[in-house]
């Protein structure tokens, strides 16, 4: 059975850094990209950050400049370093795991999540 689990600090005060990890197992195939996803309350849930075949990294355009992500030293895991961060920054944060998959594939078989880790960031 496939499983991610985020871990890390999730308390800061603004313009502070947190790192979040994100540790997948049960896994046969190596995920094609993981990523990072937030939802905030009273939001719908976002991509944050993805990485592709482990090294093609892509962000959205409110954390551009801040977040990193990146590869762990196992196969798959990932890594958000988070700088400069924000009190709007505040969220769940949700790790995913993907595969790319034929048309007509169920979701359930092509994408998995963790739980999510709360991150809370103070004016």
């Known amino acids: 059975q496939v499983q991610l689990v985020e871990s890390g600090v999730g308390l800061v005060e603004a313009g502070g850094s947190l790192i979040l990890s994100c540790a997948g197992s049960?896994?046969?195939?190596?995920?094609?990209?993981m990523a990072w996803f937030r939802q905030a309350p009273g939001k719908q849930r976002e991509l944050v950050a993805n990485l592709a075949n482990g090294y093609n990294a892509k962000y959205s355009e409110s954390v551009k400049g801040r977040f990193t992500i990146s590869r762990g030293d196992a196969q798959n895991t990932v890594i958000l370093q988070m700088n400069s961060l924000k009190p709007e920054d505040t969220a769940l944060y949700y790790c995913n795991g993907a595969y790319i998959c034929d048309r007509g594939t169920p979701d359930s078989n092509c994408n998995f999540w963790g739980r999510g880790i709360q991150v809370t960031v103070s004016s």
């Open positions: 049960g896994i046969t195939d190596n995920f094609d990209a």
